[in-house]
């Protein structure tokens, strides 16, 4: 007996159509795989340049105290060859004869000498009596340098004029010394006037309580052009 099949039941017949649905279900499932993406998870960088410093442990060791120091013991020594210690009952002898002292004596201390060092006199601005130049005063020896005086060529032809003020000293034999320039327009004129003071002749010197002193003085002298 031959058995006939149904065409509807031969799945001969569809059978690339089940192809086409398997590869639909395949690609499907390829393209869900691609597109699942995982959650993200954010790693954070660990930070490499941090230095650790190595500390050092230091032990802490106590230091064992030391027990204080007794007092050095100072011995005194009593030099015998110089003083002899003698008791209280001991009698003393002496080369000194006590019975030419009385009671009534009076006892003076002789006065100590004492080396005064010697000073060198100061010079005086005022005294007693003042020196004096050829019997007058200042004014005379100041007239006696305005007369002695050459006026240097170099001021002159440079106009250079002026007062040169100097003081001297007169000394107790009457001769002037310490020359000193306190004033000047000009380094030669200075040298001009203190020329002049050093040929002075020597004056009649100070006294103080009826003693020659030394005496200080202040001149000005003045230099002038004249046309």
């Known amino acids: 007996m031959e058995i006939k099949k149904s065409p509807e039941a031969d799945l001969q017949n569809r059978k ?15 393209l ?41 013991k100072v011995e005194m020594q009593v030099v015998t060859d110089i003083l002899d210690v003698v008791t209280n009952d001991t009698k003393i002898t002496s080369d000194i004869n006590f019975d030419e002292f009385t009671e009534d004596m009076e006892i003076t201390a002789a006065p100590v000498e004492v080396e005064e060092e010697i000073v060198e006199d100061q010079p005086f601005i005022r005294v007693e009596k003042m020196p004096s130049f050829q019997g007058g005063d200042l004014n005379a020896f100041r007239n006696w ?17 002026g007062r040169v003020v100097l003081s001297f000293v007169i000394e107790k034999d009457g001769s002037l010394t310490n020359i000193e320039v306190l004033q000047a327009p ?20 100070g006294m103080q309580s009826n003693k020659a002193v ?10 002038q052009i004249h046309n």
């Open 16 to 30: 690339g159509l089940f192809f086409e649905i398997g590869l639909v279900i395949a690609l499907g499932a390829v």
């Open 32 to 72: 869900g795989a691609f597109l699942y993406t995982p959650k993200e998870y954010r790693i954070e960088q660990v930070v490499s340049n941090v230095i650790v410093e190595d500390q050092q442990i230091v032990e802490v060791t106590r230091q064992e105290q030391k027990p204080p120091e007794q007092p050095k």
């Open 145 to 161: 340098v305005q007369g002695k005086l050459h006026y240097p060529q170099i001021a002159q032809e440079n106009g250079i004029s």
């Open 186 to 205: 000009d380094r030669s004129l200075s040298e001009e006037a203190v020329r002049v003071l050093q040929t002075s002749p020597k004056w009649e010197p």
């Open 214 to 223: 030394r005496v200080k003085y202040t001149l000005p002298v003045d230099f």
